[in-house]
Nanobody
Framework: QLQLVESGGGLVQAGGSLTLSCSAS????????IKWFRQAPGEEREGVAC????????KLEDSAKGRFTISRDSAKNTVWLQMTSLKSEDTGVYYC????????????????WGQGTQVTVSS
């Protein structure tokens, strides 16, 4: 059974940092692009950052550039999202998802999702 599990969320003050992890079981993450999404209350889910299957390509949405870093550890079958200089607008449930393709492309379809981890940034 393919499964993704996120962890690392919590409550942090504005300007603080958190590192989220996305761990896989039942499959090897290296073959898939992994993308982080978030959903704020009352808002649509939006993409945040993506890393290719090889780890050689990362893409950050404008809201994350300069503050977030996405990386992967093949030995641990885990993808990380390091978040710094957090703002109240970063609050939401963060999900990781595995794409059908190993590239970060608009044509990729993300079908395998984790259950999400809550990030709350207090101002």
């Amino acid at each position: 059974q393919l499964q993704l599990v996120e962890s690392g969320g919590g409550l942090v003050q504005a300007g603080g940092s958190l590192t989220l992890s996305c761990s896989a079981s039942g499959f090897t993450l290296d073959y898939y692009a992994i993308k982080w999404f978030r959903q704020a209350p009352g808002e649509e889910r939006e993409g945040v950052a993506c890393i290719s299957g090889s780890g050689g390509t990362t893409k950050l949405e404008d809201s994350a550039k300069g503050r977030f870093t996405i990386s992967r550890d093949s030995a641990k079958n885990t993808v990380w999202l390091q978040m710094t200089s957090l703002k109240s607008e970063d609050t939401g449930v963060y999900y990781c998802a595995a794409g059908d393709l190993p590239i970060c492309s608009a044509s990729n379809s993300f079908e395998t999702w984790g259950q999400g981890t809550q990030v709350t940034v207090s101002s």
